[in-house]
């Protein structure tokens, strides 16, 4: 069902964007990446939305001390924290939900494109098959045009070949890295902890670390076309953050270290304090978190 | 705990990267290539060469004798008297000369491309066309003769009289090359890619399928047109040329028996209706020929079908489980008809010539 009906929409597009402009599969790769971005814009916006607004809600004062009042009372604890939500108006789903629609979206375009590629019997069968005939003549289509800058075939691993160097060198993966680690740093909303213990951050800093290496090897393991789509597809991520006014150039920049260099919970939850947007705290009661992270 | 929580997401990520690139690459990439001597079957799939006993299904010796790194056989070995010509996948390709215990004698490393095609020789010249676009011709001892290049990746096999070389080649066109030379005598254009051998009969006549839907016939002297009869199906195999009449079987299940003369379609015959369609060439025995049968998508399974000479009748003779996929017709050696699976629980099953099947070859871990 999901190889026969769906991917081959996308392939069957791409391709059909290929014929449009005459040809350059390069060319396709990076129009299709830029409609399908564009389409999808709209998903990423109100998962951006949803983000924030948890963001705020896991940084407001009474979430936490419901978390610190129920920790041992899971039912209550849970109760609370989606009265909260109503009282707040977050809906827990308006984050997840477009990722969760965007997902297969990608999948199916990442796996149309592969398809498209072509580059082996296997694959040149299946498409083959999945081709409308209405839409597109496998015999004017095949051989793809698959040169692409400097790169001879889509269909393979890229390496560029220097006269003087005695070694290839590996370009696209080169892109990808960098531009995955860009993505990722760009992207990362601002953290209320500054803690390297805190859960969450931890997660964060390990993704934005290890995530371009793994894509990275898929660049360097897999097609060209694949490398090209995953830059390209970085590229209109950080635009799309960028033109939302949501990139966070501050995580590039080396992180100034708190006094002592070891930044307690308290410091952490009054930086916190002083980011939420809802400072209805009140004066002259600590928080209970405050006093158990001593 | 910091310093563990770090290297345990990183041999995570590693662990991920390295299993979702296995998966991409691995599987699915060709079908396993077949020949076969009275006593042996020569199988390339994936990261080996097998040699097989024809009888009994059982490894005799495998090339590499251990997986070196992405290495990777799929087409067809070659037989070249007590040597056995294998081309690598992998890249860059390379065509090795084996004994036939499995002992490297020379290797060639010339090519940049994939070896998708099975190397053919003839005489004292091995002829293996590159997915680089181009055809090397190698001496007995892998030392390079010439290099023929095209315009366009080169999946299949060429054709030869001892003569020349009818190389068909992705850029849609069909190459008559002179051995001694190395040249180009004549062009044909087919207007499609052709990724299949042609059928060279004996009076000259050059049979070729392409992506077109075409059987195109080529005088192969000159290179100019004899027929050409369109197929209204998508065809996945050569043109079989058996006593004046050739035989094509295309993706709805379908055999065309044409005249060899002028392309006249003498019979049509449906192999199968369940939306099975023909793969590769037909195995030919004496009194009929066994058609490979790919289930239709996502449909895992296959079928063998016979159709006799005598009076066109149709047998399925094997139908293959659930459990992976045809791409290529199967071949016949000493009674015995075997096939190679793709994605299956084995990559090559045998049968004997009524469809029992005696042996599956499964290679040891």
Redesign the interface.
Known sequence: ?W??LVVPVFTNILLFIYNLIGGNLGVAILLFTLLVRVLTHPLMVSQIKGAQTMQKLQTDPRFKEIQEKYKDDREKLAAEQTRLMQEMGVNPLSSCLPTLIQLPIMIAFYQGM?AALAS???Q??DL???LYPWLLQ???L??LNSRFLWIADLG?PERLHLSFLPFPIPVLTILVVVTTYLQSKLMTPPTSSSN??DPSA?TAN??N???P??MG??AY??SAGLAVYFVFTNLIGIAQYALLGRLNWSNLMPKKKEAGNSPSVEATQKKAEMTSSKPDKKPGKPSKSGRSGK | MLKFKRVWWFLSLALLGLVLSACGRLPAVSYPGLVADGQTVYMANAQFVYAIDLNTGTEQWRYPQKAEGGRMFYAPPALAGDMLVVADYSLPGAVTGLSLSGQEMWRFNGATGHFIAAPVVTGDLILAANADYALYALSLDGSLRWKFATDGALWASPATDGQRAYLPSMDHKLYAVDLMTGKSVWTYDLGAAALFQPTLAEDGTLYITSLSNEVVALNSLDGSLKWKKAINARLWTQATLVDGKLYIGDMNGVAHILSATDGTELETIALEQDGSGVVGAPAVLQDGLVFALQKADSVRGGKLVKLSFADSRKVILFTMPEDGKFYNGPMAAADVLMIGIVNGKTPLIATNLNGNQIWSFQPAK
């Open positions: 069902m190889n026969e592969t082996t019997p296997l040149l069968f083959t098959r999945h496998i015999e004017s095949i051989p393979q390297p213990r931890m390990m993704m670390l290890y995530m290496l793994l090897w898929f393991s897999l």
